[in-house]
């Protein structure tokens, strides 16, 4: 009895021993991996860049010309290759680690999970090696995840605004340009020109080349003695909220052909949440118990005094998501973005699918919106495209 105890003892202490080993050899490889990351990281955080928890060079927002702003990019892309070749060093210690934990228990018997083959094993999962929670540089999708991630930022944050200035109009106009070169033209309009309109004002999102996004306007309408607001789309599509003097509201969503699809009004009280950011340029306007998100005057001059600026459009498209997300419907909101219209840059649809997941996990689903309206997600989902995505998400409602 005592040999057979001393057996079972001196294996175990073999087995412990060769754990150990391999978690002593994974820390003196992990820490200086890691040490190095971090040092790097905080160099750049000195300068006009800044390093984000998923590990992406991003460009600090501070007003600058183009030139200068053309230099930061320049600038980020070549630290997000060194910081990649850390985060990559840091990776391969890590996976060096668990493979050596496993071929130490391998030889005792011990089998990895793999990932779930069947529904008994989605059940009832066993204890596998978690998956990463910041892109790896390693693959082709989290390179174009950095990217994305990256795309979105430059996407939201200001680079420069100009003054009001009038137009030949008399209506008064103030563009904010953002770091990726898109614009969003904020114009209150002179009310001599529009008599059947009060407090008419609107947000003209371009993108950097020069093409239209989106176009917000509100006003209230002196016929009907209601606020609207509407969200047009260049591929001809539509939303639409109003509310009447009592406060009742109503919201409806026209494709680009025609088809029109009433929206809860829930999504009006979601957006209206959010009306009071200064990300978003909408206004909560309450009248009679009610609330509509509208674009005003005071809005408008809010816009510029934060860092960042994402447009009604962009705010919409991700209550919208959230809406969508909130329905259990991840499956259907990555194949909307999937397919809508420029996604992928040449990617088959179900590698593009696959992408798009890939990006956004269930813990995640916010980025998701925040990208495509920026373009980021490898350069689709501008204009039109955002328009259908919207489109394809609230019409079944």
Same mark, same amino acid.
């Given at each position: 009895?005592?040999?057979?105890?001393?057996?079972?003892?001196?294996?175990?202490?073999?087995?412990?021993?060769?754990?150990?080993?391999?978690?002593?050899?994974?820390?003196?490889?992990?820490?200086?991996?890691?040490?190095?990351?971090?040092?790097?990281?905080?160099?750049?955080?000195?300068?006009?860049?800044?390093?984000?928890?998923?590990?992406?060079?991003?460009?600090?927002?501070?007003?600058?010309?183009?030139?200068?702003?053309?230099?930061?990019?320049?600038?980020?892309?070549?630290?997000?290759?060194?910081?990649?070749?850390?985060?990559?060093?840091?990776?391969?210690?890590?996976?060096?680690?668990?493979?050596?934990?496993?071929?130490?228990?391998?030889?005792?018997?011990?089998?990895?999970?793999?990932?779930?083959?069947?529904?008994?094993?989605?059940?009832?999962?066993?204890?596998?090696?978690?998956?990463?929670?910041?892109?790896?540089?390693?693959?082709?999708?989290?390179?174009?995840?950095?990217?994305?991630?990256?795309?979105?930022?430059?996407?939201?944050?200001?680079?420069?605004?100009?003054?009001?200035?009038?137009?030949?109009?008399?209506?008064?106009?103030?563009?904010?340009?953002?770091?990726?070169?898109?614009?969003?033209?904020?114009?209150?309009?002179?009310?001599?020109?529009?008599?059947?309109?009060?407090?008419?004002?609107?947000?003209?999102?371009?993108?950097?080349?020069?093409?239209?996004?989106?176009?917000?306007?509100?006003?209230?309408?002196?016929?009907?003695?209601?606020?609207?607001?509407?969200?047009?789309?260049?591929?001809?599509?539509?939303?639409?909220?109003?509310?009447?003097?009592?406060?009742?509201?109503?919201?409806?969503?026209?494709?680009?052909?025609?088809?029109?699809?009433?929206?809860?009004?829930?999504?009006?009280?979601?957006?209206?949440?959010?009306?009071?950011?200064?990300?978003?340029?909408?206004?909560?306007?309450?009248?009679?118990?009610?609330?509509?998100?509208?674009?005003?005057?005071?809005?408008?001059?809010?816009?510029?005094?934060?860092?960042?600026?994402?447009?009604?459009?962009?705010?919409?498209?991700?209550?919208?998501?959230?809406?969508?997300? !909130?329905?259990?419907?991840?499956?259907?909101?990555? $194949?909307?973005? *999937?397919?809508? @219209? /420029?996604?992928? %840059?040449?990617?088959? =649809?179900?590698?593009?699918?696959?992408?798009?997941?890939?990006?956004?996990?269930?813990? !995640?689903?916010?980025?998701?919106?925040?990208?495509? $309206?920026?373009? *980021?997600?490898? @350069? /689709?989902?501008? %204009?039109?495209?955002? =328009?259908?995505?919207?489109?394809?998400?609230?019409?079944?409602?």
């Amino acid at each position: 009895m005592f040999g057979r105890a001393e057996r079972n003892a001196t294996a175990f202490a073999a087995y412990a021993h060769d754990l150990a080993e391999a978690l002593r050899h994974g820390s003196d490889t992990i820490g200086p991996a890691r040490a190095a990351l971090l040092a790097k990281a905080d160099q750049v955080d000195a300068g006009p860049l800044e390093v984000t928890d998923q590990w992406v060079v991003l460009i600090d927002p501070v007003k600058m010309s183009a030139e200068e702003m053309a230099k930061l990019e320049e600038l980020a892309r070549s630290e997000q290759e060194a910081v990649n070749r850390m985060l990559t060093a840091v990776g391969d210690a890590d996976d060096a680690t668990a493979n050596a934990v496993v071929a130490a228990g391998k030889s005792r018997g011990f089998v990895e999970a793999g990932p779930p083959t069947d529904l008994g094993s989605m059940m009832a999962p066993v204890a596998q090696r978690p998956g990463d929670q910041v892109p790896d540089p390693r693959n082709p999708i989290g390179v174009v995840a950095q990217e994305a991630i990256r795309n979105g930022d430059m996407s939201v944050k200001i680079r420069d605004v100009s003054e009001p200035v009038k137009n030949k109009y008399g209506d008064e106009v103030t563009t904010v340009t953002m770091q990726d070169g898109s614009k969003q033209v904020l114009t209150k309009y002179d009310p001599f020109d529009w008599p059947s309109k009060g407090n008419f004002n609107s947000i003209t999102q371009y993108d950097k080349d020069g093409n239209e996004v989106s176009e917000t306007s509100s006003w209230h309408d002196y016929g009907t003695d209601c606020d609207q607001t509407t969200i047009t789309w260049p591929n001809g599509a539509s939303f639409m909220m109003s509310m009447d003097p009592s406060g009742t509201r109503s919201a409806g969503f026209t494709t680009p052909l025609g088809k029109h699809s009433a929206v809860p009004v829930e999504l009006i009280d979601d957006m209206s949440n959010h009306a009071g950011g200064l990300m978003s340029g909408l206004e909560k306007h309450i009248k009679g118990g009610g609330s509509l998100p509208m674009v005003t005057a005071e809005s408008l001059e809010n816009v510029g005094k934060t860092a960042k600026f994402g447009g009604p459009a962009l705010s919409f498209a991700t209550t919208v998501f959230d809406m969508a997300m !909130a329905d259990s419907g991840r499956d259907k909101c990555i $194949a909307a973005v *999937a397919g809508a @219209g /420029g996604f992928g %840059g040449g990617w088959g =649809g179900a590698e593009a699918g696959a992408a798009a997941g890939a990006f956004f996990p269930p813990a !995640a689903p916010v980025l998701v919106p925040t990208l495509a $309206a920026g373009g *980021a997600i490898l @350069g /689709g989902l501008y %204009g039109a495209d955002l =328009g259908k995505f919207v489109g394809e998400i609230v019409c079944p409602y």
